[in-house]
């Protein structure tokens, strides 16, 4: 396979089609996502750096998001602050969490 | 600039004769100047208003701009006032909090150092005099008129307050104060608590916990949990029991008719008919498991036995309102089905006539756990040799149990355990002649060819020989997991125990146990065992041979352990997680490799913490070179650093 560049953003679709740009680092913290853009498995989510998750709609995705780059910013910290969550979130952000794996 | 004027601002600046005299007569300048600022300011409001109603011409507003015109010109003045009043108000009660937070600032100022010039002087002046006791004053936050008395409270602007205003002042302080200190406590009650759980937490927490927490926050809110996964599902079960949120109301989510088991680690919330519901929703339930039911009584287990038709695994923890004669009646209309029983806690029923009808009619039984049940006794015993089919056996009893009853037990069902748990088993003082009691541990030796848990602890009479018996030629794989903690001598007159044959898992005990299932072993507990001897823990963990699967260890009060110990078994185990050491006071400045927790070491405790970031690698390389100064006197082991 031809080496290609890895594009530092990803996109990620929700099912009401609102569409999150953020970065490849942040994005592969959920399993789910790394594993459909990892470049030796050559999905087609790989070739157009974009994964549609139609099951997860644009409102919490977003708080998805959010987690991903706070994740990212507190990976070497300790006694990290837990972010907000608003409790009617909580359910789909949940069934959210476990089929992205983060 | 404001709040200056505490109470006890009896200091102050020097004045000129004019100010001196104006206050004397109770003329301020402030207050001209007030009243003249005041009244331009409502000009303006009144202009401000009146454009904002244009703004948006509705009828209403319309109808009562005419109605303003209409209006002599003395009620319109009111009306302003009053509007002014009522945003006063708004303004000074966002105000308040921050200026009693200035306040507080400029008290600990005042005590640190003297007054400095900014302080007083011009800021001052242009206040208003303070009315003295007796005197009418308006209140700073609700306008109203009141009497001054020596007890009136400063308003967050430096003027009075009347006393409903100052005790609500008073009031939020205090509430703030409250809010302000536990905080700081409860984290770090917190993070003592999470290390002692040997939680490292680096990191952030998955979504998935997140999410799950905020949950069991708002458990008393959620209508329904929709398609959850069974992990999820189990998760939320368990955290809702440790919040103590599984109550009548919560329970329902947790019971889905398309379920085969229900866990529910804390019921002591439940109510009887909540238990009925379990086997109404759930009545393909195969696998129950309650702990501290306090209130499963016999119409439970009488409906258990009714409903659920397919339960095969029961485990029931501190059920003490089921009678004896309702126990008997599951296990006779029950037995052949089910494959695992556990209880714990019961003492008003379940007595040995119980156990015997669990093993007559039980045949199939694999899994069988009775710990603390005070009813039962020697005969229980004899009733458990008789299920030749238990794999999992666990047992603990609170009576006096005759040693030949316990090996008759091992005897006849010894051969198909993996896991063999007997803890505390009291037995009757040996005879004169015999000083140790080994034939237990020969027995395991001989019958027991596929145990992988092993637990025998608290026992007193079985020597070292007898645990290098039973791990010399033992033809059983290696174990995964060995907890013999507590297996020492218990005289006081001679606390070191006899000198000439060690009681309890001793040096060559400890070598025989390493030699054996040190390939596969994960969990090692051997706390109290106190025979074993420094050079030994130096042979074993020497630094050379590897441990690769070892992720727990117990060394508590094997008072010869020490840093050196502690540091070569970190560089033993690679995939250690966690040691423990209470009352090993040998074990000081010990750095611990990043990803381990070390419990109970009080002076390791604070770098504990500390072991991860890149920063702190190089405090941790300073650490070890000054480790490496002193473990040369110890012997010249040096710190193995990890990650």
């Excluded at chain 2, 939020?172 to 302000?180: D, T």
């Excluded at chain 2, 174990?479 to 007159?493: E, M, Q």
């Amino acid at each position: 396979m031809a080496e290609k560049q890895l594009s530092e953003y990803v996109t990620l679709v929700s099912s009401d089609g609102f569409e999150f740009r953020i970065l490849r680092s942040a994005a592969c913290i959920a399993k789910t996502v790394q594993k459909a853009l990892d470049p030796a498995y050559g999905f087609k989510e790989d070739q157009e750096n974009k994964m549609t998750l139609s099951n997860i709609n644009g409102v919490v995705l977003e708080k998805v998001c959010e987690y991903l780059y706070y994740n990212q910013k507190y990976a070497k910290a300790k006694d990290v602050p837990d972010p907000d969550i608003p409790p009617e979130l909580c359910l789909e952000l949940l069934i959210a969490a476990d089929y992205l794996q983060c | 600039m404001s709040g200056r004027r505490g109470r006890n601002s009896a200091i102050r600046g020097p004045h000129s004769a004019l100010t001196d005299f104006l206050a004397a007569n109770n003329i301020s300048a402030a207050e001209i100047r007030d009243s003249y600022r005041q009244r331009l300011e409502r000009a303006e409001a009144d202009a401000a208003a009146a454009a904002e109603n244009g703004e948006g011409p509705s009828a209403q507003d319309v109808d009562e701009e005419e109605q303003a015109q209409a209006e002599s010109s003395a009620m319109a003045a009111e009306r302003s006032k009053k509007r002014k009043r009522d945003q006063d108000d708004a303004i000074a009660k966002i105000k308040k909090g921050k200026a009693a937070k200035k306040d507080a600032k400029k008290k600990k100022k005042k005590g640190s150092d003297d007054e400095d010039d900014s302080d007083f002087g011009f800021d001052d002046m242009y206040k208003k005099a303070r009315k003295l006791p007796g005197q009418l004053e308006n209140c700073e936050v609700c306008d109203k008129r009141f009497t001054v008395t020596p007890y009136s409270q400063a308003g967050p602007d430096g003027g009075l307050l009347c006393t409903p205003c100052g005790k609500e002042m008073k009031k939020e302080a205090k509430a703030q104060e409250k809010a302000a200190k536990p905080v700081v406590r409860r984290g770090r009650r917190k993070m003592e608590s999470n290390r002692l759980d040997g939680v490292t937490n680096r990191g952030t927490k998955t979504l998935q916990q997140l999410c799950i927490e905020k949950l069991a926050k708002h458990a008393d809110d959620i209508d329904e949990f929709g398609e959850m996964p069974e992990a999820i599902m189990d998760q939320l079960s368990a955290i809702f029991s440790k919040k103590r949120a599984m109550n009548p109301t919560t329970i329902k989510l947790f019971l889905q008719p398309d379920m085969d088991r229900v866990e529910i680690h804390e019921a002591a919330y439940l109510e009887t008919e909540n238990f009925d519901q379990i086997f109404a929703v759930v009545p393909n339930i195969k696998k129950l498991a309650l702990r501290n039911c306090c209130q499963f009584k016999d119409s439970n287990m009488e409906y258990l036995i009714e409903k659920a038709k397919n339960l095969v695994d029961i485990q029931l923890l501190g059920a003490n309102l089921v009678s004896n004669d309702m126990w008997i009646r599951l296990f006779s209309a029950r037995g052949e089905d089910l494959r695992s029983f556990k209880t714990e806690w019961l003492d008003a029923a379940f007595d040995d006539e119980a156990v015997e009808a669990l093993a007559a009619c039980c045949p199939n039984l694999e899994r069988l756990k009775l710990e603390r049940c005070k009813r039962i006794g020697v005969s229980s015993i004899n009733a458990i040799a008789t299920l030749g089919k238990l794999q999992h056996l666990t047992l603990r009893f609170l009576k006096e149990i005759p040693r030949e009853n316990l090996l008759n037990v091992i005897l006849q069902v010894g051969k198909n355990l993996q896991t063999l748990c007997l803890e505390n088993f009291e037995q009757p003082a040996l005879e004169d002649d015999e000083q140790t009691d080994d034939l237990l541990l020969a027995a395991i030796h001989d019958t027991c060819h596929n145990l992988s848990k092993f637990r025998f602890t608290d026992h007193t009479e079985c020597s070292d020989e007898g645990y290098i018996n039973l791990f010399t030629d033992w033809d059983n794989p290696p174990l995964r997991y060995i907890d013999v903690n507590s297996t020492r001598d218990c005289d006081n007159a001679n606390p070191e125990g006899p000198d000439d044959f060690p009681i309890g898992l001793g040096s060559e005990g400890f070598k025989a146990v390493m030699a054996h299932s040190g390939s596969r072993l994960e969990y090692l507990d051997i706390s109290s065992c106190r025979h074993i001897s420094y050079a030994t823990f130096a042979q074993i963990f020497d630094g050379v041979q590897q441990y690769p699967h070892l992720q727990e260890i117990n060394l508590s009060f094997c008072p010869i352990v020490d840093t050196t110990t502690v540091a070569s078994i970190f560089r033993s185990c690679p995939k250690l997680k966690k040691v423990v050491t209470f009352g090993c006071f040998k074990v000081k400045d010990v750095v611990v490799p990043r990803g381990i927790v070390l419990i109970g070491a009080p002076k390791a405790q604070d770098h504990v913490m500390e072991q991860f970031g890149d920063t702190i690698m190089d405090f941790q390389k300073e650490l070890m070179k000054e480790m490496e100064r002193d473990s040369r006197i110890a012997g010249g082991r040096v710190i193995p650093v990890m990650g």
